[in-house]
């Protein structure tokens, strides 16, 4: 095992550690927007992608590299327009419009708060 | 600083914002920001990636990604919010995909006699999990998109073949790893597509969710194998970040069910369909079916009334619909509020969105836990397109497909009414004895129509 093998399986290793951190903290009715989240993050393939492409010596690695790059900008983009939407239309109860007389019980805060 | 380090530097910080990202999802308030962190994050690290040195066919690059933005931004922005679960699927494709062609063109473009074996491992685990899930989440699309059926798809000696198909792929990737043969490759990624469909073609319903989610977390794994090939520490960290929530994230969702992974992935729940489209079940018992009008009555008058949504009301559209009759009956000092199922729709959070989408306030929403000690003292409990999550027999009948999922109790409320199409069963193909009970009003026809009638025969009451 080289070096550089060692510390990118320590990364890999910690960050796995972080994302179960992370995530097991999240509200269950943040799930849909958390699974679009992570899909749009694990878009930086692109970043993958471009240097593949950038490093194509023959024509059948540009073409490969090619399709790479459109496939994870499909990813990037996709996944952040739509978590974004998602997200946009979680919000707060407004200053009621037309005064409802809202008999909500008040005891319990917004989920998720406490986190 | 040479330039090599600011761009690490770069990285470093595109990978704190998306550790960030997670963190704020935790969070409705901050869930938005959070995105647009590691959006902007993302943004970074592509930016800096256009300053690497020795970066070719930089106006190749450029071009491709402007189509993959011309085709994902409309596709993203025009998505109706019910057609979510399949969008997700869709974009874990591509990049899954993109991860698998990463890993091949990394592969190909290099001397195999001098490739270290160990590189040779990290190459065919990019292309074995990457192409699966490309395969697998092409699937979901089409089986969510409704172009086939979306019950599990079963056939004489399906686990033997799919066996089969796993053990020539782990054959294939130790030929690899001794000859590291770069047309063995090819084989590869063939036999992984194959397994990809394989794989998703028994799991059907609502299991698909879990399912997505899975593959997600593979996606994940794929990109942090594809950054062992490529030395990149950012792609090792947000690829492992993915692969590791997804894992957690698929467990949660399995629970939610009260199923096991290894269940939901192989038992092929679900493919017997127990009941027919009559009004009445085998053993002769009937239901009765109401008018909106009575209903309408009945809700005026209560004092707590709790809606229960399910994929039906997503179906119809029918959140908007649901919401104004909320707030007629809040209007007129009706306690009233939303019970959500951690299933219901399709997703976990699913249902959140959709009545998100209709300016619900999420304050208005209770989870499973916290709205089952107050059905007991509701008078109605307005189940709009839901069946499974209501389902009785979860917890009575031991020998159900379903026994064990938690479910809202429904039948704990005074009255129940069901806004429903038909008397077809739900996702896991079960009956469901709740529609038989003396309490339950049925209310048949499209949930949207049926609930402006609703709201018609409130205002009117």
């Known amino acids: 095992m080289t070096n550089g093998l060692l510390e990118l399986f320590t990364i890999f290793v910690l960050a796995g550690f972080v994302g179960i951190e992370v995530i097991s903290k999240v509200p269950s009715i943040l799930h849909t927007p958390l699974m679009s989240g992570s899909n749009a993050i694990h878009g930086v393939i692109l970043v993958g992608s471009m240097i593949v492409l950038g490093s194509a010596h023959t024509g059948a690695e540009e073409v490969l590299g090619f ?18 939407r998602m997200l946009h239309m979680f919000k707060p109860r407004q200053a009621p419009p037309s005064a409802p007389a809202a008999p909500e019980a008040p005891e319990k805060p917004a989920d998720g708060s406490a986190a | 600083m040479s330039r090599g380090t600011v761009i690490d530097l770069c990285y470093l910080v595109a990978a704190v914002s998306f550790i960030l990202a997670l963190k704020g999802l935790s969070s409705p308030k901050r869930a938005r920001a959070g995105n647009l962190l590691a959006a902007a994050g993302m943004a970074l690290a592509i930016g800096v990636t256009f300053a690497q040195p020795h970066l070719d066919h930089v106006g190749l690059i450029v071009i491709a990604m402007v189509i993959g933005t011309a085709v994902g931004v409309p596709a993203a922005r025009l998505v109706k919010m019910t057609a979510i679960p399949q969008m997700v699927a869709a974009f874990n494709g591509v990049g899954g995909g993109a991860a698998a062609v990463v890993s091949i063109t990394e592969f190909i473009g290099s ?36 172009l086939i059926t979306t019950r599990p798809i079963v056939y004489p000696a399906q686990q033997m073949i799919n066996a089969t198909v796993g053990v020539a792929s782990l054959g294939i990737v130790l030929a690899i790893l001794v000859t590291s043969s770069t047309a063995l490759i090819w084989v590869l990624l063939a036999l992984a597509l194959t397994l990809g469909v394989i794989f998703v073609l028994p799991i059907g319903g609502a299991d698909v969710p879990v399912l997505i989610s899975l593959l ?19 792609l090792v960290v947000a690829g492992t970040l993915v692969g590791a929530s997804g ?19 192989f038992s092929a729940f679900g493919s017997v369909v127990t009941a027919s489209g009559a009004t009445e079940s085998a053993d002769g018992r009937s239901v009765r079916a109401g008018t909106p009008e009575d209903v309408g009555t009945l809700l005026a008058y209560s004092r707590k009334v709790v809606i229960i949504p399910g994929y039906g009301l997503a179906v119809a559209q029918a959140q908007h619909s649901a919401k104004e009759l909320a707030d007629t009956l809040m209007a007129r000092g009706v306690d009233v509020f939303y019970a959500i199922h951690p299933v219901a729709g399709r997703m976990p959070g699913h249902m959140n969105v959709l009545l998100a989408e209709a300016n619900v306030p999420y304050e208005e929403l209770k989870e499973m836990d916290e709205a089952n000690p107050e059905l007991a003292t509701a008078d109605v409990a307005l189940v709009v397109g839901a069946n499974d999550t209501v389902n009785p027999s979860a917890r009575n009948t031991p020998g159900s497909p379903i026994y064990g999922m938690p479910i809202i109790n429904a039948d704990s409320a005074e009255n129940i009414v069901f806004l429903k199409r038909s008397m077809r069963p739900g996702f896991a193909g079960i009956d469901n004895e709740l529609l038989y009970d003396p309490k339950t009003t049925m209310l048949f026809g499209d949930a949207k129509d049926t609930l402006q009638k609703l709201v018609a025969a409130v205002n009117k009451a």
């Not at chain 2, 994940?220 to 594809?226: E, K, Q, R």
């Open chain 1, 67 to 84: 399709i790479a790059v459109i496939l994870a900008t499909l990813n990037v983009v996709g996944g952040f327009v739509v978590t974004d």
């Open chain 2, 111 to 146: 001397d195999p006699k001098q490739v270290a074996t160990y590189k040779v491992l990290e190459v065919v685990f990019g292309v074995l999990v990457g192409a699966l899930s490309f395969a697998g989440s092409a699937l979901a699309f089409v089986k969510l998109q409704e």
């Open chain 2, 216 to 234: 997600n977390s593979f996606t994940g794994l794929a990109v942090a194998a594809s950054g062992f090939t490529l030395n990149s520490n950012l």
């Open chain 2, 247 to 265: 894992m957690l994230l698929t467990r949660m969702m399995s629970t939610a069910m009260g199923r096991s992974l290894p269940n939901i992935l």
